[in-house]
């Protein structure tokens, strides 16, 4: 996907957000120890936030037996396509609700893209190596963003009451299943997490790729 | 000996028996304990290694249906059927029969992730399939078959944390506990559940078994089972909080203690075949110790019996020879004993005559033999020997007596025997006598005594008394024809013949005498004595100063008894004693009574020698002056100078002990015996009384009247008052006077009266009567 599109999109959001709102709608996600904890998918509930546009497509590669990016939020019926970069064979497979299927991934050939079209979370792995695993965020709300260095997750939206909701893989269930709400024309959100993390899986940094 | 005293036999075989008992009892109890405590240990450490054994197998085969489990879960089609089981049971299904084949197990079971069953072979149960998921040997009770259950979690993605499902299957134990683990632990395994038997690799009947719950975990201990004792252990495989089952090895208990059996068998058959051994041994061996005991008991029986000729057997052991040759020893001496016993029984040690017993075992002898035929006995006493012997010696009478044996032995007449019967009295034994020879026999042997006996170059004449008895005129026992010739020379002594036969009228009066001395003493008791009263009159002063008492005896059937008669005798017989206790009794009163009547005199009372070594007559004295209440120098003690001079020196010590209490001692019959001077001016006396020989006839007698007149002078000179006793006239009673003598006695004054005519004579005596003191 070309990155003009990106910017484009950008641009327009904060067009809409500077035309209606005077500050943006700022999530903070902070550690059990209030340290920010970058890389977490918030999302932000609201009826009038379903998409207008068609979702964008996105990509989950295999790159050196690793899923990457380690998680992947999409937008609710988006295409994922599932390259694989590799030398080797790879058979990914998720048996999670949203998306139950395997696609066996051979070098330079390329499957189709799959439709993530139910919100939730895909768990990926391969089949082949057990080590593997990669998750797809399927947001059903078009307002989803992963957060920054200083764990901030900005967004300019109209002065709603959002349901706001934070998830990553290391979070323990308690906080995946938890959700905030803003009122209405609150413009800053500390999440912090009231469990600790879950140890990372093997080496891999959960880097923002193509942020 | 007594019969019930158990032998020394008996107690040796008791004694081996009873510490042989003991230690078999002590080794054998031992013993059987510790092998009894070893085979107990042993069991119950083949118990804990037996549970172990098992339990490790269960845990293995837990492990195995793990690793089994752990891989099917792990299946990539089986996770994709799991994860799409709702949408598809039949497929899910499918692949877990063939799991579970594959495992090997007997049900299996599916859960999802918040532990809903997806599927599961059993129809209704109530298994969290958390709690399977454990190392531990898991076993669950369910439809009354015991399973060993393990589960396994499903991820979909390995490294995912979260339990997307789980796997659970159970293997029925009765697969896994069989006959194969009854040979590995080597015990029969029944597997409980709470109460209940649910199955065991022995069949069992469930009610037999229900006590297996109460048994105690991993102890083992004793039940009847099938009505055989058996040894039972229990224990679980898993905590209490997951299951109620648990395990119990048994074993019959001979099976178990088989060993510990077969040696308490041998112990008591080899403790049996030790006691009889011992019984056998201690029975030889005390028989070794008590025979020679045995035979040497008889042979002291033997001796006992006074067979001392008999030899004593040797025996082998040294200690029981010792004894055996004591026993020789003893038998020895007894016999020389015997002999020497004999020789001074029979036989007189100083002329080597036979003595008295001899002289009655012959007359005995003579008599039981003699068929009656006639004997005699003729019995000589010297005459004067007593003299013989206080003046010249004893060892000179000694050498007398043996000459006269020697003369009468050789005189061998018809057969005489010969015996010293007593101090100087010879026996002799004439048989087969008539009366002709008997008397020209008699003669011959008076005859001996003619000619004097030379002893250490002085010749001594000795004469001798004679008497004569004939049996069987005179009596006809030996005892009685001694007595008989006794009499006889008593009569002969009296009378100065040369001898005289017996007759049967001096019986009475010796028997009369013999009587005397028994009856003396129930006299005294009886009061048959009686004290006569002889006043002493004060020849200064004309005044009746004091009393002689003396003692008279009236027997009821005899009459008047003379005490020149009786007082010999008691003092032969001791009973002088009660008798001068009497009278000092007797007069005391007497004296008390008249001092209160006024009548105040100097008592005197006779005391004999045997009287001088009486130590308690001091205390005596003392005693009823006391209790009469008369003062001691109220009191005067004569003793006769032959008594005092019997034996100066213990006469000087008792009279000093009566002297020192203030008792007046007075020698009585003076110039009879032989006063030594340097006793006589030792003894503490006060007084002499002149003997009534020299007065009676002083007035016609020169010699008296010298022999009174030096007395007096020696008595004056010697610081002693003198009495003159049988003063019978007048003019003997001026001489006496004349001679300055103090006292007179005699009936010229007054004859000795008993109380009442002495009280009354007091009365009208011209006499002075003493003052009042």
Redesign the interface.
Known sequence: MPKCCHYGFLLICLLLAWSSLAEPLTITVLNQQGEPFPGAVVELKHPDLTPASPPAPAVMDQVNKQFKPHVLAVQQGAHVTFPNSDSIKHHVYSFSKPKRFQLKLYKDQQPDPLVFDKPGIVALGCNVHDWMVGYIYVAESAAFRRTDDQGKASFDVKPESYEVVVWHPRFREQDKQRSQRTSIGQTTLVFQLQEALYPMINDQADEFDEY | MNIKRASLQQKILLFFSLILVTITVLVSSTTLQSAYQHSNSQLSQSFDTARQVFLYKLQNDGNVLSGSLRSAAKD?NT??LI??GKEDPESLAAVLVNQQRRSNADFSMVFDGEGQVIYSSLTETELTPEAFNSDAIRLSVIDGDVYLIKSTEVK???????V?AWLLMGINLQKLVDESVQQLTGYEVSVISGDNYVFGTTNRETAELANFSLLPNATMIEVDINQQAQIAYRFFADEKEYTDVSFVFSIASESAFLNFFQLAFQLSVELIIAIAGAVLLSLYLSNNITKPLRVLAGVAKRIQQGDYHSPIPDFDAAEVNNLSKTFEGMQDSIQAREAEINQLAYYDTLTGLPNRNSFIKQLKHKIETGNGESFAVLMLDLDRFKEVNDTIGHNFGDQLLKLIGRRIESLKLADAFYARVGGDEFAILLNDVNERDLISMVKQYTHLFDLPFEVEGIHLDVDASFGLAVYPEHADSAYGIMQCADIALYKCKETHHNYIRYNSEFNTLSIQRLNLMSELRLAIEQDQLRLFYQPKLCLKTDEVVSVECLVRWVHPEHGFINPDEFIPLAEQSGAIRQLTHWVIRTALKQQQQWQQQDINLQFAVNISAVDLVDLSLPAYVSEQLTLHHVDNRYLTLEVTESALMSDPDAAIKALDMLQRMGIKLSIDDFGTGYSSMAYLKQMPVSELKIDKAFVLDLANSDDDEKIVKSTVDLAHNLGLSVVAEGVEDEASLEILKRYDVEFAQGYFIARPMNAEDFFDWMSQTNYRKIANA
């Open positions: 990539f996770k994709q994860a799409s979909f993605l390995e490294q995912q944390p979260q997307d």
